[in-house]
């Protein structure tokens, strides 16, 4: 018996050759989808590898291979109903032109749909990309770490992992440490007494800040000319019960500034200490009046 008497043959009243061709046109869709997506990341991965692009950074590629392979996905499965007896007009509406349902059907709400579209604008708008330092709202803060179609995760200072909708996150106030200089200002901010010597005071401020060895010159080349001091300290508030200072130092990242405060706060504390600097606080005094009962 050769293949085409095989192919012929019928079980149940259904020639061999129906299921047979059936198998191979939905094996042949696997397989072309399949290597249509290897393709796509492989292509994205390549352009990850020219730093000299400016349109496929990290973040849009990483965001456009997602939309490419799902849209491959889409393809291949409306090409799959179409070889299905009785499903073909599904088959043929999702590729004729019914990509909007298919996409709504993927993406199962409004607000899923609505957390695309924000990724869209967070893509191409740059507000942030994948490695940046932001702060959202004053409340989260941490590293990108990866921006997919419905949602950005961050990686917080604890090593948490945030996982945040991207509408949530188009309508945050962002502040973004890396979108220019990396270089960053710690605020050192200490209390004292009215009746400190406020030169003393701000001189000791100033030689704990210039001992810190994350400290960096960000004076410009004219400030140097001047002589200018690599530290700034000022009076910023005479408060209720102190007289707030302020140091302005310079790191070369959050990470050390953040690291540096604590440091400074910590030495500057110790050295009003040993000179007698009193950093007050403050305090109620509680009166109880004895009624006198008659």
């Not at 259904?14 to 939905?26: C, N, S």
């Not at 909708?165 to 050192?188: G, Q, V």
């Not at 070369?252 to 606080?281: H, Q, W």
Request: charge should be positive; aromatic fraction near 8%; include cysteine.
């Amino acid at each position: 018996m050769d293949i085409q008497e095989f192919l012929n043959l019928t079980i149940f009243g259904i020639a061999i050759k129906q299921p047979v061709t059936f198998l191979v046109k939905a094996l042949l869709i696997y397989l072309v989808t399949q290597g249509a997506v290897s393709l796509i990341k492989f292509l994205f991965r390549r352009s990850q590898r020219k730093h000299n692009s400016t349109f496929l950074d990290k973040t849009t590629a990483s965001f456009l291979q997602r939309i490419s392979v799902y849209a491959l996905y889409i393809i291949g499965g409306a090409i799959f109903l179409s070889l299905i007896p009785g499903m073909e007009k599904v088959g043929n509406s999702i590729l004729a032109g019914a990509g909007i349902m298919a996409m709504a059907v993927g993406f199962a709400s409004q607000e899923a749909l609505s957390n695309f579209i924000s990724g869209l604008f967070i893509v191409f708008g740059k507000p942030f990309r994948i490695g940046d330092i932001i702060k959202l709202d004053d409340i989260v803060t941490g590293t990108v770490a990866e921006i997919t179609l419905r949602h950005t995760v961050i990686k917080s200072l604890e090593n948490r992992t945030i996982i945040i909708p991207n509408s949530k996150i188009n309508s945050s106030t962002i502040i973004n440490s890396t979108l220019s200089a990396e270089d960053i200002c710690s605020f050192i901010e200490v209390g004292v007494s009215y009746d400190t010597d406020l030169d003393k005071a701000m001189g000791i401020m100033r030689e704990e800040v210039m001992k810190h060895p994350s400290l960096k010159d960000h004076r410009s080349d004219e400030e140097k000319k001047k002589n200018a001091p690599v530290v700034t300290v000022r009076v910023i508030n005479l408060g209720d019960s102190a007289i707030t200072l302020r140091a302005w130092a310079w790191a070369n990242n959050s990470g050390e500034a953040f690291a540096m405060k604590c440091d400074l706060l910590k030495s500057v504390k110790e050295r009003f200490d040993r000179e007698n600097i009193e950093i007050p606080f403050p305090y109620s005094n509680l009166i109880i009046k004895n009624q006198v009962k008659g």
